[in-house]
Every structure is written in C-alpha cells, then in structure tokens.
C-alpha cells in the first residue's frame, strides 16, 4: 500500500525506529478457485482505521460537513486512492507461494469503496496465474510493518469443495525476531528500514476435497 496520501502520513519518510505498526487494516480475502482446484484470483478487502481513515478524507478534501457520508462524487474521488503510486518492486503487501516458489501476480484493478462509521473500505481485484491450491500460501503482511494487515474479516473461496485455514503469526517468534534484529545491527541498519513484517504475517492455506469417481 503505498500513495500519495500514505506519504503524508509517513511524512515522506519510510524509516521506522522500531517494529511496530501505524496504520492498521481488517482485511477479508475470496479466492477464486476453478474446477481444477486452481487459484486463478483474489479479491481484496481492506478496511482501514479510523485514524488514517480520518487523514485520508482530509488530504482528499472530502466530507467537509464531517457526517462521515460521501456523495456518489466523492467516493468517484476517492476510488482507487490507495493503488495510485506502485513503486518498482512494490508487491502490494500480497504474497504467494505455491511449494515455497513465488508467483508473480499483475497490478491489482480497484474494484470498489465505501466509507461507513468512520471507517473506509476499498477493494480490489488480482489475477493470480492458474496455480494448484496443493502446496499454496499465501501471506499478507507490509515487509516494514508500517501497516498491519488482520484477516479479521474472513477468507471465502468460489469452489465450495475447498475450504481455506487461516494460521496466524507466532507473536513470541516475531517479537525475539525483531529484538535479535535490532539487537545485532548498527545504528544506520536501525535508521533503514526494518524487513520484519513478514514474522507477523497470517499464513493461508487452501485445500479441495477430491472429486468422486
């Protein structure tokens, strides 16, 4: 996730002190799954907090009576604001594996938004190469932990005889990962930016029952 608007929170500077996150994001994920048991696609969700949420109508100048309701106009405005800037190697915070390879996935296409109790919403839509549900993760984390990703909000598949396992992170790894980061670097590795998002990743899998002869 990286916009202009996301700079203004980051003050322009991507350089976390420390691991601990920002911005926080209740995320759901559907996958679509073919008859084959393939996983040819994802839609994202991600809710946003209340904060950033608050930031982002501000810089966009939107809901100026402050109801916390849009106009048809100004959710047009916002739509697809958080997949503006791509940087070149900017993954979308989307990782998947099938058997530990990573698959290259093409830019995700906004699909939607809405702003609701405070809170915006935005989806969005990726292409995944046709890739068998055997053998797949798939992870969602920020490598900076900027942002924190929860699947909170649930993981869903079109192929019924498939069923998805949520893992979550082990918070005591993750935590001694990051002191042992911070502990065995110099002060100019602690100003760069710290890769340790992935140890507070959820890990998704898939799974499909075999067909019947």
């Known amino acids: 996730m990286r916009h202009a608007a996301f700079a203004l929170v980051l003050g322009l500077v991507a350089a ?57 106009a100004e959710l ?16 979308g915070d989307l990782y998947v594996y099938s058997n530990g390879d990573k698959i290259e996935m093409p830019r995700p296409r906004p699909t939607g938004v809405s702003v609701e109790n405070g809170f915006i919403t935005a989806t969005h839509y990726r292409d995944i190469p046709a ?24 993981v869903s598949l079109t192929n019924t005889a498939c069923e998805a396992t949520v893992t979550d992170p082990n918070q005591a790894a993750a935590q001694a990962a990051v002191e042992e980061e911070l502990n065995g670097g110099s002060m100019e590795d602690i100003f760069n930016e710290m890769r340790v998002g992935i140890h507070f990743s959820d890990t998704i899998t898939i799974s499909c029952a075999q067909p019947s002869n």
């Open 16 to 72: 976390p002190l420390g691991a601990h996150p920002h911005i926080f994001v209740e995320t759901a994920l559907r996958f679509e799954v073919n008859e084959q048991s393939e996983v040819t696609g994802v839609t994202v969700t991600w809710t946003y907090d209340d904060f950033f949420t608050l930031l982002i109508l501000e810089d966009y100048g939107l809901d100026s009576d402050g109801d916390g309701r849009l106009t048809e």
């Open 76 to 91: 047009d405005t916002l739509f697809g604001f958080d997949l503006i800037e791509w940087p070149e190697g900017f993954e």
């Open 131 to 154: 890739t068998p549900v055997e053998g797949l993760e798939v992870l969602q984390y920020d490598p900076t932990y900027y942002v924190a990703y929860d699947v909170t909000q649930g």
